[in-house]
């Protein structure tokens, strides 16, 4: 079984807890994705996004 979990989420202001949450994940054993520690300002995010949801 799978341990990844895939964070989304739509507004700057979620991003603290998005990276709370992240965290308190990973101190479980799970491997997180979310944007604002895999993804770079001029990334094709599209790709990167699919490739962690396929891939994750």
């Known amino acids: 079984m799978r341990q990844s979990?895939?964070?989304s989420h739509a507004?700057?202001?979620?991003?603290d807890f998005v990276r709370?949450?992240?965290a308190k994940l990973e101190l479980a054993g799970y491997l997180v994705w979310h944007d604002l520690a895999r993804l770079k300002g001029g990334d094709?995010?599209?790709d990167k996004i699919?490739?962690?949801?396929?891939?994750?």
């Open 11 to 15: 507004t700057p202001e979620s991003n």
């Open 44 to 46: 094709y995010f599209w």
């Open 50 to 56: 699919e490739a962690a949801i396929r891939n994750w």
């Open 5 to 7: 979990i895939f964070i």
């Open 20 to 22: 709370w949450l992240g």
